[in-house]
């Protein structure tokens, strides 16, 4: 088993699948199966859940590269009166498309984060390899859940010291006045991300 060092930790590969129960500002479940690939990892999930009285479905095709950068998103959305799919595309240069068009406003980023997903914080963490105190900025790619529309949000994350048996980092998003604590496990994947899912498999 591989392992990647950040900071003082060390992390295992992604398993074989994994799984969330969305609570507290919405509530559903979150299911993803990871591969590995000659140029990095597939994942393959989905989330169903309700949120401020609306159901919808997400269900998502991520490639990163072993670098964990975002290399493609494939996401195919539903909700009441409403479906929706949605390609997106990462060049190696950074520039980004969306259903094939350049999308010049979100350029630069690396990541992209879906709001159905806690997945998605893992990829910063196991690219952003920072001693404890150290911030690093990391604009995203951001996903809505219910409609699939996409914009750019601003982000960082602060490393803190180990929790135990668990990697600390203060996450900020001041778009969406986010400022918490998120905590992964072994493996890289989050493990408790305060108001909003727990990590109960594996």
Not at 29 to 47: K, L
Not at 76 to 92: D, F, H, K, N, T
Not at 184 to 190: K, S
Request: charged residues 20%.
């Amino acid at each position: 088993m591989s392992k990647e060092t950040l900071g003082t930790r060390a992390f295992d590969d992604p398993p074989a699948v994994a799984a969330w129960r969305h609570c507290g500002a919405r509530d559903g479940f979150e299911v993803v199966f990871a591969t590995s690939s000659t140029h990095g990892w597939r994942f393959e999930g989905s989330t169903a859940a309700i949120e401020g009285g609306c159901a919808w479905q997400v269900g998502y095709t991520i490639e990163v590269d072993r670098g964990w950068s975002t290399l493609s998103v494939h996401l195919v959305g539903r909700s009441l009166g409403c479906g929706r799919e949605v390609a997106i595309e990462r060049g190696a240069d950074g520039t980004w498309h969306v259903n094939g068009r350049p999308a010049p406003a979100l350029d630069g980023c690396t990541d992209v984060d879906l709001e159905s997903s806690v997945l998605t914080n893992t990829f910063p963490v196991r690219r952003l390899r920072v001693a404890a105190g150290a911030t690093l900025d990391a604009p995203a790619v951001y996903v809505k859940a219910a409609d699939l529309v996409v914009t750019r949000i601003a982000q960082t994350y602060t490393r803190l010291p180990d929790d135990a048996d668990r990697a600390c980092f203060h996450y900020q998003c001041p778009d969406y006045d986010a400022d918490l604590v998120l905590r992964f496990g072994e493996d890289g994947l989050v493990a408790h991300y305060p108001g909003l899912a727990v990590r109960v498999v594996p």
